[in-house]
Nanobody, 119 residues
Framework: QVQLHESGPGLVKPSQTLSLTCTIS??????????WNWIRQPPGKGLEWMGA???????YYSPSLKSHTSISRDMSKNQFSLQLSSVTPEDTAVYYC???????????WGQGTQVTVSS
């Protein structure tokens, strides 16, 4: 059973870059046909898919966030990361990392981490 754990700062200042890391256990980031996603949920709003990195390193982004989002991976640490640049208070949310096979891309979820953007 794949388990995911998000880590990163809980408070980021406006205009700075938000950086989060997801550590995978019980599976490999290079397992064929697996997708590794970042999803967020702002307060009082629904879930928003931000982007994904696949088992072979391909990346996909939400069109609305693509200009200031980057997802990368560290195979040696079995981790993938999110960087969101030029953040504003509207980027305040609970951020989740998720993963799964291509036929169930969101099968496993981390517990989520609260990130607040505030000066």
């Amino acid at each position: 059973q794949v388990q995911l754990h998000e880590s990163g700062p809980g408070l980021v200042k406006p205009s700075q870059t938000l950086s989060l890391t997801c550590t995978i256990s019980g599976g490999s980031i290079t397992t064929m046909y697996y997708y590794w996603n970042w999803i967020r949920q702002p307060p009082g709003k629904g879930l928003e898919w931000m982007g994904a990195i696949t088992y072979d390193g391909s990346t996909y982004y939400s069109p609305s966030l693509k200009s200031h989002t980057s997802i990368s991976r560290d195979m040696s640490k079995n981790q993938f990361s999110l960087q969101l640049s030029s953040v504003t208070p509207e980027d305040t949310a609970v951020y989740y990392c998720t993963g799964g096979h291509s036929d169930d891309r969101f099968g496993s979820w981390g517990q989520g981490t609260q990130v607040t953007v505030s000066s």
